[in-house]
């Protein structure tokens, strides 16, 4: 089996496969939000940045080679890792204290796990549209942080009832129907693509705060451990 | 009928001429406030207010969202009594989900989770904020006046680390119910998201001996000081007013949820039975361009004879009977003070906030050993509708959370009236008592301006609570020369148009 160094650390490899792929494969974690192992990458979080023979380079989209030396844990690439996810809080309107995924967010989680302490850059405030018109689905525009994860899961499920609309700062969640709104969308709750947001933009209504405190997904482990643990066996499902 | 024998103190004539005094910030009580005295040549005080300097906007900023959020976002209004803000709101919730009754595991867990923090609440109002004052007195040095004092001195530190110790347990039983002990989430709508664990009771039942004796000490503590003293503290702060608190079917003292109801300060009911989602029918807010914090009164009787006063020391004055049998006994006692009739000297509100601990203590020696924690439904659901009424008893008094939703599920209009506000009209009433009894004409020292903390820590004020409204104050604004003669005046009224007055 050909093989790459992954922080020093003998990594094999299939190939075809991402780096990031092959490092969750061999148990390691790579920082990411976009992507998703059951989803082609999107490369645009930027979280998975790593070093690879020394250019920066998004884990998710660049493929593995024979004998890369690729750098992921390092002081470095975890202060940049902690700038990007502070960006995208002040991007959004994240309020945790009152967030029904608070617990369960990888957003946040990702926080915790590379030592975010305050936002560092000032707050946008956007003024977004929240679209309460599903009966079992809620849309939070301001919590989206524009990974397109319900974009391509729709995609794949056949129904496209999300786009992204609007390019750079006015960059913006639409959902297609007659109207715009998500009640008049194809959308069911049994959707992946109602399930999978990785933060609290699309949530299932009747769900917010039933997990009590201390059996939330991120209270006992960390985003890593729930990623090797739940990401790593859907490896090769999907078209990654 | 009421009395407002100081209200001229309200308002001066000639402010223009007086000596202006602030007290800034008011020091050991939750949230900002300042006191503003005016006072004449001789030393006569003329005008005394409390004003609120906060100013927060959670009516405004909650429209939009989807109710189901907002018990959980409304619970940051405070820090020391977030669960009170917590459950008001999930009662309302409750009611725009169509629930009335909710199964007994919920209700239990929520009652269990009020309890705990009462106890907690009324253990740092008086041992940590208010306790200073009463127990080294009103005139020791500024620098003694505070909780690490008492913990330093050989004659208090044994009772003072007691009350730290009734609210650490406080706070461990919100833990248990909802997770953290400030900030956390356990009502969902129409419900509770989990019963008690056994290993939670496991950990508090074994420690309810030594609450239960703490809260007898801090209780007798308080008690004997009232007592040794007791001509000054029925003089010290003292006005007469109405009492409003919710009490049970049967006219017991009650925190969670029962009918308002209102006794006069010449001990007769005024009113009874009043349901909660009917309150804009019988309280109505007054506001007042010098203060963020309006003043309820009771529709009925008008804002000058309609003002009322809620907390501990109203529960204890309204109720018949309290159902724990040693708070009972204590509020027997405490009500011989004045042979039956409500007890008016502001200072008795720590008399009455220490039985009120004891209740507590009982209430969850006795629900920990209910099996109902344990199992059972959690929720129950009915028919969502429009608008929900939520009311509970905080520590502080009667609070009063009110949403209307739209079809969606969204909110439209939220209304607070927190327990603080009842109070409002009955704490500027106290400091003018004090102002006009213990300060007027005499040299003002430090000593003497703390007479007015002490009135209004009495009423253990949650100011941050207190001023939540956005929009909704008459301000007025006026450009004076330096001698004191108004050039101009433009006025915001309550509707938001500005004009010059």
């Known amino acids: ?240 | 009928m009421t009395e407002r024998r100081y209200r001229h103190l309200e308002t001066a004539e000639n402010p223009g001429n007086l000596r202006r005094v602030a007290i800034d910030p008011v020091t050991r009580v939750e949230g900002h406030g300042k006191v503003t005295l005016l006072l004449d040549e001789a030393g006569h005080v003329r005008q005394a207010r409390l004003h609120i300097v906060e100013f927060r906007g959670f009516e405004k900023f909650i429209q939009g969202r989807p109710y189901w959020e907002v018990p959980v976002l409304v619970q940051r209004l405070c820090g020391i009594c977030p669960v009170s803000h917590l459950l008001a709101g999930a009662k309302a919730v409750d009611r725009l989900v169509g629930v009335e009754t909710l199964p007994p595991a919920a209700e239990k867990l929520r009652r269990l989770l009020h309890y705990g923090q009462v106890l907690q609440s009324h253990a740092l109002h008086f041992f940590h904020l208010a306790s200073p004052d009463l127990l080294f007195g009103f005139d020791s040095t500024p620098e003694k006046r505070n909780v690490l004092a008492l913990l330093c001195s050989d004659r208090f530190r044994d009772i003072v680390l007691e009350g730290i110790q009734l609210r650490k347990f406080g706070q461990e039983v919100i833990r248990a119910v909802i997770g953290k002990r400030i900030h956390g989430t356990g009502p969902i709508p129409g419900g509770m998201n989990k019963h008690l664990d056994a290993a939670d009771r496991d950990r508090l039942a074994p420690q309810l001996d030594e609450v239960l004796r703490w809260a007898r000490n801090g209780l007798e503590l308080v008690r004997a000081l009232y007592l040794a003293n007791a001509d000054h503290h029925r003089r010290f702060a003292v006005i007469r007013s109405h009492f409003l608190a919710l009490v049970t079917g049967d006219g017991g003292h009650e925190l969670y949820d029962g009918r308002i109801r209102v006794r006069g300060d010449d001990g007769r009911i005024l009113f009874d039975g009043l349901r909660d989602r009917d309150y804009t029918g019988y309280i109505h807010e007054q506001v007042k361009a010098w203060s963020y914090m309006k003043f309820p009164y009771l529709a009925a009787l008008g804002p000058e004879e309609g003002w009322y006063r809620v907390g501990p020391l109203a529960r204890i004055n309204t109720c018949n009977f309290i159902d724990t049998p040693e708070a009972e006994a204590a509020r027997r006692e405490f009500l011989r003070l004045d042979g039956g009739l409500p007890v008016q000297a502001s200072l008795a509100y720590h008399w009455a906030r220490m039985i009120e601990i004891l209740h507590c203590a009982e209430k969850i020696r006795d629900l920990l050993a209910d099996p109902d924690l344990y199992a059972g439904d959690l929720e129950t659901r009915g028919s969502r509708c429009h608008e929900g009424v939520g009311v509970i008893e905080a520590p502080r008094g009667v609070l009063i959370h009110h949403y209307r939703i739209d079809d969606d599920g969204l909110v439209t209009k939220a209304n607070l009236i927190v327990s603080t506000t009842h109070n409002n009209t009955a704490m500027n009433e106290a400091i003018r008592q004090v102002a006009a009894e213990y300060l007027d004409g005499r040299r003002l020292t430090e000593a003497l301006l703390n007479r007015i903390e002490i009135a209004i820590r009495a009423y253990d004020p949650c100011l941050s609570c207190a001023t939540h409204a956005i929009g909704k104050m008459p301000l007025v604004v006026d450009l004076a020369t330096a001698a004191g003669e108004t050039l101009q005046r433009l006025v915001r009224h309550g509707d938001g148009t500005v004009a010059a007055a």
């Not at chain 1, 003024?127 to 794949?156: G, K, M, N, T």
């Open chain 1, 1 to 240: 089996m050909t093989r790459f160094t992954l922080d020093g650390r003998e990594i094999p490899f299939r190939p075809g496969q991402t780096i990031i792929e092959a490092a969750l494969a061999a148990g390691i974690y790579i920082p990411h939000l976009c992507w998703h192992p059951r989803f082609p990458p999107h490369g645009s979080c930027k979280l998975c940045t790593v070093k690879v023979n020394g250019r920066l380079c998004s884990a998710c989209t660049f493929p593995t080679a024979e004998g890369q030396e690729v750098v992921s844990d390092s002081d470095e690439l975890r202060r940049l890792r902690r700038r990007l996810t502070q960006m995208l809080f002040v991007e959004g309107n994240h309020f945790c204290p009152s967030c029904e995924k608070s617990g369960q967010c990888e957003l946040q989680a990702l926080g915790y796990y590379l030592g975010m302490t305050d936002s560092h850059y000032p707050h946008f405030y956007p003024r977004r549209d929240i679209d309460a018109s599903h009966p079992e689905v809620l849309l939070d525009r301001d919590r989206c942080i524009f990974c397109e994860l319900c974009v391509r899961a729709s995609r794949a499920e056949g129904k496209n009832v999300f786009e992204l609309a609007g390019r750079g700062i006015h960059t913006r969640l639409v959902v297609d129907s007659p109207t715009g709104r998500l009640g008049d969308s194809a959308l069911e709750a049994g959707d992946l693509a109602a399930r999978i947001c990785p933060v609290g933009a699309i949530v299932l209504r009747d769900t917010a705060f039933r997990v009590p405190i201390g059996r939330r997904k991120y209270d006992r482990r960390t985003i890593a451990e729930v990623s090797i643990e739940e990401e790593r066996p859907l490896l090769g499902e999907g078209n990654g």
